[in-house]
């Protein structure tokens, strides 16, 4: 046991190394790597602490108990009835937990914890940009709900359940397909086989124009300026989006994406047929947003899961509640 705190220090040292090269951009960090790591070293911690440190100060706490017995008989056999041995304050520093088990081991159950929530059931994200205008704003703290598209095995991202069917309308959290580091949320706007058109700000699924209906311009208090806005119907919910007078529909500085070939451009806009297994999604912010018309399609293995919920905006706290 000896070497043990020496060991935990050089592991404890190599994980803050890590996290600290990701803060400062030297390596692109993986998150979920790093939970699952944690989760497995601390819980071999925890095991060895039940099955083999546990018990080795419990003997010890036990002998030295003992042995202040054996004591407390031989003294009395002197005639020695008055006598100041206390053990407790001994047994309990003997069974105190050491710092590199308090740091390891006393961690597990907190990061098993997380572990299980995050990897398989919900993961909360913090709204970086205004693509989302009116849905999202910059600073909601957002739900992703997990297991909706199927439950996928942490780090690989490999389906284990096939969950149900993205819908048009779902709000997703993908990782970003040029940069699988990065997690982006769009709304589906496209399924696979769908042809969709964007010519003109006007959107069209499968030849057919989705519905809209013109609302009060959105005031964005960080722009300081009105944007149209309409609601939307991709699906049974209706959404909010926006538009920004005086940009016209034409897609400037589209990226070479894969399938690309799929796709037609033009002053008016664009138009792209969605390949098998891949999404065409688009911020409701639609003229702030790089999204598909530029970077192409979400493959299905890149979806991480379906936003639901605000759960906190600290400067706003109305903002709390579901959204669509």
Same mark, same amino acid.
Not at 172 to 186: A, E, G, M, T
């Given at each position: ?50 099955? $083999?440190?546990?018990?080795? %100060? ?12 054996? %004591? ?21 520093? $003997?069974? %105190? ?9 006393? $961690? ?9 929530? @995050? ?7 913090? *709204?970086?940009?205004?693509?989302? *205008? +009116? ?32 819908? %048009? ?5 993908? @990782? ?14 496209? =399924? ?22 013109? =609302? ?19 699906? +049974?919910?209706?959404? @909010? =989006? ?50 598909? @018309? ?31």
């Amino acid at each position: 046991m000896s070497a043990m705190p020496a060991l935990t220090a050089v592991v404890l040292a190599a994980f803050v190394g890590y996290i600290g090269a990701w803060y400062t951009g030297a390596i692109e960090g993986n998150f979920a790597l790093v939970m699952l790591l944690a989760t497995f070293v601390t819980g071999v911690y925890w095991v060895a602490e039940k099955l $083999l440190f546990l018990p080795q %100060r419990q003997r010890a706490a036990q002998k030295l108990e003992q042995q202040a017995q054996a %004591r407390t008989a031989q003294l009395q056999r002197q005639g020695i009835a008055q006598h100041d041995v206390n053990v407790d304050a001994s047994k309990e520093h $003997l069974l %105190r937990q050491p710092w590199w088990l308090d740091w390891t081991a006393g $961690l597990f159950p907190v990061l098993f914890v997380v572990f299980v929530l @995050r990897s398989f059931l919900f993961e909360p994200f913090k *709204i970086p940009s205004g693509s989302m *205008i +009116p849905t999202l704003l910059v600073g909601d703290l957002i739900l992703v709900n997990k297991f909706t598209y199927g439950v996928r095995l942490p780090v690989i991202n490999k389906k284990i359940t096939e969950g149900q069917a993205v819908a %048009r309308g779902d709000v997703i959290v993908f @990782r970003y397909p040029p940069q699988p580091s990065l997690d982006y949320i769009k709304r589906v706007v496209g =399924l696979p086989g769908d042809k969709v058109e964007y010519l003109n700000k006007r959107l069209r699924i499968n030849g057919q124009e989705v519905p809209t209906e013109a =609302l009060p311009d959105f005031f964005d208090t960080d722009a300081m300026r009105y944007f149209q806005q309409f609601e939307e119907r991709l699906g +049974p919910q209706p959404h @909010r =989006l926006l538009n920004t007078p005086g940009i016209a529909g034409y897609i400037q500085g589209a990226s070479d994406f894969a399938g690309r070939d799929q796709c037609t451009y033009s002053v008016e806009g664009v138009t792209c047929t969605v390949p098998p297994g891949q999404y065409f999604v688009m911020g409701d912010n639609r003229d702030n947003s790089l999204d598909s @018309r530029y970077w192409g399609f979400v493959p299905d293995e890149n979806l991480v899961g379906r936003a639901f919920f605000v759960w906190m905006n600290f400067g706003n706290l109305k903002r709390i509640g579901s959204f669509h």
